[in-house]
């Protein structure tokens, strides 16, 4: 059965840092994302992390939050820094053990999602 559990989600002042953790079960995947939604808009990728470790973003969390796998602990991480308001979002971790096109998937591009994390940054 695959799993993924997200946590770390949390209130914070602007300018604060958040460290996001998703637990996975089963075999390591090829590619994995984070993603956020915020109500009424749509789910948008964050950040993608392939088998390789190759990471991407979105331009506008580009320089402040970093992606990461530790495989021996298997866990995918978001570490987040000088959030903003317009961070705020419950955020989603995301695998697929399709590898093609990791850094270009979107949402439905993901077959297995955790349950989220709600992140809340205050001006």
């Known amino acids: 059965q695959v799993t993924l559990v997200e946590s770390g989600g949390g209130s914070v002042q602007a300018g604060g840092s958040l460290r996001l953790s998703c637990e996975f079960s089963?075999?390591?995947?090829?590619?994995m994302g984070w993603f956020r939604q915020s109500p009424g808009k749509l789910r948008e990728g964050v950040a993608r992390?392939?088998?390789?470790?190759?990471?991407s973003y979105e331009d506008s969390v580009k320089g402040r939050f970093t992606a990461s796998i530790n495989n021996a602990k298997n866990t995918l991480y978001l570490q987040m820094n000088n959030l903003k308001p317009e961070d705020t979002a419950m955020y989603y971790c995301?695998?697929?053990?399709?590898?093609?096109?990791?850094?270009?998937?979107?949402?439905?591009?993901?077959?297995?999602w955790g349950r989220g994390t709600q992140v809340t940054v205050s001006s």
């Open positions: 995301a695998a697929t053990w399709i590898y093609s096109n990791c850094h270009t998937r979107g949402p439905d591009g993901f077959p297995h």
């Open positions: 089963g075999d390591p995947y090829y590619c």
């Open positions: 992390v392939d088998r390789d470790n190759g990471t």
